[in-house]
């Protein structure tokens, strides 16, 4: 096999596997010259692939049962072509990251091709429809895990599992030794260089965007000292956010490809539930993490009985493990559903501001979080993993 070029097939949904898509990408290509990989995923994989994906994650990356519902006849098109586009190419290895309800159904064509499939960055099963762990031992090889406490999980229920690291923590490092100063960013976006920033990160899915987005705002501007500045999301155009007609966000900066020195240069930040969290707990930057979709208190107490875990944020999950109780250590405020208003939003962020107790206390938990990381190449390790297996 060594005399041959190796084929890769990489699915990835959503902007997040994007990010972590192409880094595995560039070490795939690195640990195996000449490889061909056809992709699902985004601008940042295609840079690394050479060639424009499949499919761009911007046809896919929807959230909630009815905005699914109503582009179904268009994921049933891109499944089609994706497993078409595996039938053709016959890879050595299918690689999911994330995005399961799609990705399974993928890993599911490709093991009765008899092709390995392997999840790098698994669905989070742990918290949640935890009956797609059947499929998962069923149809993938392996599982490459990017957090410490999924591993006794996975194995506990007859997966192969390895923990690679997180890429969270090696793309952080990266992306700081790069990024602009704060004077530099603040000259390069217009911003007013005697104001504290406050991030506003509000998803990178349009309907998180609107459940979050206004809330966020609304309790931005009960601090006028601070200047809020909201991070566009990759591949949602400028003109989205203000398409939402939020009250004086015609006020507030909305720039893009820019969160992660946004968040770095912030004196605290609002941030959507997801890896974004994670990602501001690694920059030291104190959060709120809120998450609204219904905001209803009846679907805020049946999902507090559908999830299977006592916390939804990485910060709280990584420090506490999958056993944790409940509000105990917790490192970040989880401010869901019928939580996420601008009351409670105003509260969590004067706890944390300079001064003030709750802020030591976060930045205390967010070493705590970072004793649980290794510093391991994840990507890396994961390619390295990857090729182990299929040679």
């Known amino acids: ?222 601090f006028p000292s601070l200047q809020p500045v909201v991070a566009a999301a990759p591949s949602i155009p400028r003109e989205f956010y203000r398409s939402l007609q939020i009250p004086r966000l015609e006020h507030i900066p909305v720039i893009a490809d820019s969160t992660f020195p946004l968040m770095a240069h912030s004196t605290a930040a609002f941030v959507t539930s997801g890896t974004a969290t994670l990602e501001c707990a690694l920059l030291g930057t104190p959060q709120v993490v809120c998450y609204r979709s219904s905001g209803s208190r009846l679907f805020y107490n049946l999902m507090s009985h559908v999830l299977k875990c006592p916390h939804v944020t990485l910060p709280n999950l990584i420090a506490n493990g999958l056993n944790g109780e409940r509000y105990a250590n917790e490192v970040v405020p989880e401010l869901l559903m019928h939580h996420c208003n601008p009351d409670e939003l105003s509260a969590g962020l004067r706890r944390i501001l300079p001064g003030a107790e709750g802020r030591d206390l976060m930045l205390a938990g967010y070493g705590r979080m970072m004793g649980k990381l290794t510093p391991a190449d994840a990507p890396a390790k994961a390619a390295s993993v990857i090729l182990g297996h299929i040679r």
């Open 1 to 222: 096999m060594s005399d041959r070029k190796l084929k890769f097939f990489i699915s990835a949904g959503e902007a997040s596997g994007d990010l972590h898509g192409s880094d595995l990408v560039a070490e795939l290509s690195r640990q195996a010259p000449g490889a061909e990989i056809e992709f699902l995923g985004g601008d940042l994989m295609a840079s690394q692939a050479g060639h424009a994906p499949l499919v761009h994650y911007s046809e896919m990356a929807y959230m909630g049962f009815a905005e699914v519902l109503r582009h179904l006849p268009s994921i049933a098109r891109i499944l089609r072509q994706a497993k078409e586009a595996i039938t053709a190419m016959r890879p050595d290895a299918l690689v999911l990251i994330d995005y399961p309800s799609f990705n399974l159904k993928l890993a599911r064509h490709a093991k009765e091709m008899g092709i390995p499939v392997f999840f790098y960055i698994s669905p989070k099963v742990w918290a949640w429809k935890e009956w797609r762990v059947k499929e998962m031992r069923r149809y993938c090889d392996k599982i490459l895990s990017i957090l410490p406490f999924e591993v006794d999980y996975f194995k506990g229920k007859g997966l192969d599992v390895e923990y690679v690291g997180n890429p969270s923590v090696a793309e952080v490092e990266r992306k700081k030794a790069s990024m602009p100063t704060r004077a530099e960013f603040n000259l390069l976006h217009g911003l007013d260089p005697n104001r504290p920033l406050l991030a506003l990160v509000p998803g990178s899915r349009r309907g998180e965007i609107k459940g979050n987005l206004p809330i966020m705002v609304e309790a931005a501007l009960r």
